[in-house]
């Protein structure tokens, strides 16, 4: 019984810890934000602003900034050369620390896969980080696990499970200790 007793309390020592690590994120926002560079006489500029502006104005957790790159020189360069992209083409999309150049329907495709994604859970936002000459490393990391939502519901399961056997343990420790009085 002693034993039991002792096995619950670690079971609980290690299952709370781990729910906290997974709720207290340190990611910056939790809305999906899409920011939109563009340039004045660009015709893939025109018609990526037109679709844009059509499919964030269906869903209210997505909020669309523009932003004019004769005006915005110098954050359209730090982008370049924070994400190495060689081409210097536009428009460019960055949504969350994803991040499309040119307009096609494949883009169309992956704009709205990263907009579902970064939808769902809080992220790192790409822009703020460099605008404020922050360390962005966080940002590429979660870009590739961004999509990929196993590790975190395998997490979940974890800490489901976890607590599942923690109250069956309780129960049990509860009724033996009931028999014994």
């Not at 004045?40 to 790159?69: M, P, R």
């Not at 939808?119 to 703020?128: D, G, Q, S, V, Y």
């Amino acid at each position: 019984m002693k034993k039991l007793s002792i096995l619950f309390i670690i079971l609980t020592i290690i299952v709370l810890p781990v729910q906290a690590v997974v709720t207290n994120s340190s990611y910056t926002d939790s809305k999906a934000i899409v920011y939109f560079f563009y340039e004045e006489k660009c015709e893939q500029c025109d018609q990526e602003k037109a679709w844009l502006e059509e499919y964030v104005n269906k869903d209210n957790t997505i909020s669309l900034e523009y932003i004019d790159t004769s005006v915005e020189k110098d954050l359209l360069n730090k982008i370049y050369d924070n994400l190495k992209i060689n081409k210097k083409e536009m428009p460019l999309v960055v949504v969350g620390s994803s991040y499309f150049v040119g307009f096609n329907d494949n883009s169309k495709k992956e704009i709205k896969k990263a907009i579902e994604a970064y939808k769902e859970k809080e992220h790192c936002n790409l822009i703020n980080k460099i605008r404020n000459n922050e360390d962005i490393k966080e940002c590429l990391t979660e870009n590739k696990n961004i999509y990929n939502n196993q590790s975190s519901n395998f997490i979940i399961l974890m800490i489901a499970v976890g607590i599942i056997i923690t109250g069956i343990i309780g129960i049990f420790i509860f009724n033996n200790l009931k028999k014994e009085k």
